[in-house]
Nanobody
């Protein structure tokens, strides 16, 4: 069992930046694929960005390319989602997820992940 916990959600204004953090338990964090998803009110959960296991690079959705980045600190079992130039349409609950042995084709899908956090609310006002 891997425990996942996000933090850092907040109410911000359009154009602002925000950094979310996610801590995952376990001794093999560097091997995890760490993904971020979000769910806006009335919509399904969508993929945002992911950090593949160390050395595997990152993958992001087109909607956040150039604005959002992901980084990880394997010594702290933590992954960060840096969100810049926030837009009102970025308002959502953001979820962190852990994938074990996630294949490339599944990185952008929910089925690629085994454990999920409870989510943290990000609200962007105009």
């Amino acid at each position: 069992q891997v425990h996942v916990a996000e933090s850092g959600g907040s109410l911000v204004q359009a154009g602002d930046f925000l950094r979310l953090s996610c801590v995952a338990s376990g001794d093999t964090f560097s091997r995890y694929t760490m993904g971020w998803f979000r769910q806006a009110p009335g919509k399904g959960r969508e993929f945002v960005i992911a950090s593949r296991r160390s050395g595997g690079g990152t993958i992001s959705a087109d909607s956040v390319k150039g604005r959002f980045t992901v980084s990880r600190d394997n010594a702290k079992n933590t992954v960060y989602l840096q969100m810049n130039s926030l837009k009102t349409e970025d308002t959502a609950v953001y979820y962190c997820a852990v994938g074990l042995g996630t294949i490339l084709s599944a990185v952008g899908t929910e089925r690629g992940y085994n454990y999920w956090g409870q989510g943290t609310q990000v609200t962007v006002s105009s």
